[in-house]
């Protein structure tokens, strides 16, 4: 028995609603209060979640069960806060059994890639990055757009990351382009462009 409930066990004996008021003040109330809203926001994010399964369902012309699998299978449960699909390709690489999957996460949008396979009518992760080649996240910048990811019709994996031309006075335009490419049994790191937009 901690504390809390010491103060709250050797109370005197008055009404409930007196007993709750004081356990309230004690530290016990803000305890029930808090598992109350993680309870609502659980279910919140499971609303959420539904409502872009049929979203993306619609957009990729798989099924709402078909898209929560590949989902779940990206490492996105049904209550994962703050955690949504971004981009989801079924067809550029469908001569390889492969499906296309990036989730978004945090105020930074930051992209986890994630190459899905179907073998046996079971979908399995084959590939997943959620990180560049010196470490830093596929994030986006202050005061700029999101970062993107996407398959090109040569089925290559690009990543598209709006940064400034010049960064210690954050002034211009500029985008990062990542490239990773197809080995045979995985993908790899292959480019790293920038194209200055306006300086």
């Known amino acids: 028995m901690n ?4 103060r709250c066990f050797f109370l005197p004996r008055p009404s409930w609603r007196i007993v709750l008021l004081v356990c309230a003040f004690v530290g ?3 305890n029930i209060i808090a598992q109350s809203n993680g309870v609502e926001n659980d279910k919140f994010w499971k609303e959420i979640h539904h ?3 049929t979203v993306w369902a619609q ?7 078909t ?3 590949l989902r779940l299978e990206a490492g996105v449960p049904d209550d994962l806060h703050e955690t949504r699909i971004d981009n989801i390709d079924a067809k550029t690489l469908r001569s390889r059994h492969q499906i296309f999957i990036v989730t978004s996460a945090g105020n930074g949008h930051c992209l986890t890639l994630n190459i899905l396979t179907e073998q046996r009518k079971r979908i399995h992760l084959l590939w997943r990055l959620s990180e560049l080649p010196d470490g830093a996240g596929f994030c986006h910048e202050r005061m700029l757009p999101y ?3 996407y398959v090109s019709k040569d089925q290559k ?3 598209n990351i709006p940064s400034y031309a010049d960064d210690e006075s954050e002034t211009g335009r500029a985008l ?3 490239t990773y490419k197809w080995t045979g049994s995985t993908y790899q790191f292959a480019s790293d462009q920038r194209v200055v937009s306006e300086k």
């Open 3 to 6: 504390s809390i409930e010491r």
């Open 28 to 30: 016990v109330g803000p």
């Open 51 to 53: 409502k872009d399964d």
């Open 59 to 65: 957009k990729s012309g798989l099924s709402v069960e």
């Open 67 to 69: 898209v929560r699998k």
């Open 147 to 149: 970062p993107s990811a």
């Open 157 to 159: 994996v690009l990543v």
């Open 176 to 178: 990062r382009i990542i």
